[in-house]
Every structure is written in structure tokens, then in C-alpha cells.
């Protein structure tokens, strides 16, 4: 068994990191909706009601209740940030390990909320939806973005595992 785990940390740790080109691409799309943080929170809790049960602060009540308040703002602002860092240090070898910290310990303390794998895939799945309808796309800009996201995702599931 921890044979197995070894062998899936490797798998994770040795994802091929993104290219300079991919990186810019993802730039160029993310520059265009890294604005809109009350939307995106917004459009992930209204495709999936689930994610905005686990809230102490949203569940039980309406999405439109809630949407204007300081609370969502701020939680909004949290996710779209720590997204945008991430962005902003791909395409770069010397940040890989920044990139492999931060998400690793994101994936950490999500786990001890209990959330999980299939809830990380609905989150990807909304925010996909999101960005290929708000920034201008094609299949360069997809490839790119969904590169990114199983990278980031493959640190995110073996945080959830261990
Ligand atoms: C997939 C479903 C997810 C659920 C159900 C979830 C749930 C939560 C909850 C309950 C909190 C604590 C909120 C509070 O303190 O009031 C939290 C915090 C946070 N979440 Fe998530 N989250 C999810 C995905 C994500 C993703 C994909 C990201 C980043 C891209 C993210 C970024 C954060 C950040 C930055 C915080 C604040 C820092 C922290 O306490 O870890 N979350 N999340």
C-alpha cells in the first residue's frame, strides 16, 4: 500500500508542468475574467448547490440572498486570488515548487473540511463552463487550461488521499 501511494506521489509530482506558450495562453484567458469573483463563485454555487452547502455561512439560504453580501465578496475574492496566483507563477521552472506548496496545502485543508474529489470536479467543471464562455476561447486556450487544471488537480487529489 504505501508502495502505491509512493508511486501516485511520484505521479503527481512529475506531471509535465505547463510550456511558456500554454502559460501565456491561460494568462490571456484568465486576464479576462480574474475581475468577475462574485460571478464565478456565483455561477459554481448556482451549478452545483452542493459546494454552497458546505459554507457554514451560505448554506440553507439563497444564492440571490447571498450573492450581494460583504461575506460572499470576501470568500469570492479568496478562491479567484489564490487562482491567480497560481496562474501567474506557471510557465516558470523556478516557481514549480511555490505552485506545488501552495496547492498541496489548499488540497490539505480542504481535506480536513471533508470535502471531496467528485466536489473538486464539479468546482472544475462550473468554472470551465464560466471561463469558456466569458474569455475568448478555442482549442490552444482549452488545452491549456484543462493542462493547467490536471496538474493542479493531481496535487489536489493526492492531498486529498494522504
Ligand atoms: C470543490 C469544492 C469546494 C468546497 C466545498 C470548498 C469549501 C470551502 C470552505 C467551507 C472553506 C472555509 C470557508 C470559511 O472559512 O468560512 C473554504 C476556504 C477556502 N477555499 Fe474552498 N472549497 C472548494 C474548492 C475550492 C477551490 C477549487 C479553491 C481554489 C481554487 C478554494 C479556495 C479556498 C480558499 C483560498 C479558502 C480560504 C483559505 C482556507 O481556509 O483554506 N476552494 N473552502
Redesign the pocket.
Known sequence: MKFLIVLACIAAASAAPLSHDEAELLKGAWDQIKHNEVDILAAVFSAHPD?QA????FAGKELSAVKGSA?FAI?AS??V???SE?ISLSGNEATLPAIKSIVSK?GH??KN?G?SKD??N???SA?TDYASSHASWNDNVAAAWNHAIDNVYAI?FAALEH
Open positions: 459546494i458546505r459554507f457554514p455561512k461575506d470568500h479568496r478562491i486570488s489564490f487562482i497560481v489548499l485543508d480542504h473540511r470535502i466536489q473538486f464539479e468546482f472544475r468554472l489536489i
